[in-house]
């Protein structure tokens, strides 16, 4: 069972160019979390998704940011006009759906996509 | 003040050491508690989970949750060079873990 795929793995960008970063969730996953992680800084929850409806976007940014998570293909996370600021690791996690009174005490992470601002 | 305080060391400590790693909160709604661990280049993993207050063990590693006192701890016995890695501590409110908070990691390195 695979786990949860991101790519790519590094991403160069320029200033006011835009970034794609994909998610492909474990099979079986309906819910996809995206967090960014800053240098020697924790995980900051951005956006949760399921597909085709997004549950919880409080922590994006209203500008630039946008996420989706189509009925088919990978979840993908925006970010338009990039600033020298963007620049993080930006990480995919992954969870089943909820069964009552049960703890998705799981949120499977993808190994991250790194993503540089020239 | 953030929600979740957690030193981010970096802290070293010899082979077969016990390590304590700590973390404070504010938010006395967080009712479930986690530990991941985070190798350098590589995204987060679950240790362990606890809910409310109490201690929990697996194999090496306790885990502690202090709920009056806002404060959770990780317990590594025999430490081992494979240790090292970055532990963060983490919470959220409900069993649906949809929302959840980090701290911002400690840095563990274990000296052979």
């Known amino acids: 069972n695979a786990g949860v795929m991101q790519n790519p793995r590094h991403l160069v960008r320029r200033r006011g160019q835009e970034a794609r970063l994909r998610c492909s969730p474990m099979?079986?996953?309906?819910?996809v979390y995206w967090y960014r992680q800053l240098p020697e800084e924790g995980l900051k929850f951005m956006v949760y998704?399921?597909?085709?409806?997004?549950?919880?976007e409080s922590g994006m940014p209203k500008e630039r940011f946008s996420a989706e998570f189509p009925k088919e293909g990978p979840s993908i996370l925006r970010i338009q006009q990039v600033v020298r600021g963007d620049s993080a690791a930006y990480f995919c996690?992954?969870?089943?759906?909820?069964?009552?009174?049960?703890?998705?005490?799981?949120?499977?992470f993808g190994p991250g996509t790194r993503l540089t601002v020239l | 003040q953030k929600e979740v305080e957690q030193d981010p060391g970096p802290l070293s400590v010899p082979e077969g050491a016990i390590v304590s790693l700590n973390c404070t909160y504010s938010?006395?709604?967080?009712?479930?508690f986690m530990w991941y661990r985070q190798y350098s280049r590589k995204g987060p993993e679950l240790l362990m989970y606890?809910?409310?207050?109490g201690n929990k063990e697996d194999g090496r590693f306790t885990a502690q949750v202090d709920k009056s006192s806002k404060y959770i701890s990780l317990f590594i016995r025999d430490s081992q060079p494979s240790d090292s890695a970055t532990y963060l501590c983490?919470?959220?409110?409900?069993?649906?873990?949809?929302?959840?908070?980090f701290g911002s990691g400690t840095r563990l390195s274990i000296r052979p």
């Open positions: 938010n006395s709604a967080f009712q479930y």
């Open positions: 606890t809910y409310s207050s």
């Open positions: 983490a919470m959220c409110v409900d069993s649906s873990a949809s929302k959840i908070i």
């Open positions: 996690a992954s969870s089943p759906p909820p069964g009552p009174g049960s703890f998705t005490d799981t949120q499977y």
């Open positions: 998704l399921q597909k085709e409806n997004i549950i919880d």
């Open positions: 099979k079986g996953h309906s819910h």
